[in-house]
């Protein structure tokens, strides 16, 4: 089974930027569907955004011209960048993968948008 670690999170001024990355153990990585999703205290778990196994990607429209989903399939890795951050970005963040019946989140990662 694939496991997620998470990394690249951390305290960043707003209007600034941070890349986190998902590194994925096991071979089948190119086949999963990949994602990140954010937690903010208090509130629910949402969908930032995604990238099939085929490069399609989907976004949130709350980040939707200021995030980048991308992958490489050679590193078993999934990145995000986050550009443009708000106060409102605050939240931990979790890499997902889903192979359908099987899904796994990483531990995740706390990024935190303040002056």
């Known amino acids: 089974q694939v496991q997620l670690v998470e990394s690249g999170g951390g305290l960043v001024q707003p209007g600034g930027s941070l890349r986190l990355s998902c590194a994925a153990s096991?071979?089948?990585?190119?086949?999963?569907?990949m994602g990140w999703y954010r937690q903010a205290p208090g509130k629910q778990r949402e969908l930032v955004a995604a990238i099939t196994m085929i490069g399609r990607e989907n976004y949130a429209d709350f980040v939707r011209g200021r995030f980048t989903i991308s992958r490489d399939n050679a590193k078993n890795t999934v990145y995000l960048q986050m550009n443009s951050l708000e106060p409102e970005d605050t939240a931990v963040y979790y890499c997902?993968?889903?192979?359908?019946?099987?899904?796994?989140w990483g531990q995740g990662i706390l990024v935190t948008v303040s002056s």
């Open positions: 997902n993968a889903r192979l359908a019946p099987l899904e796994v």
């Open positions: 096991g071979s089948i990585f190119k086949l999963y569907t």
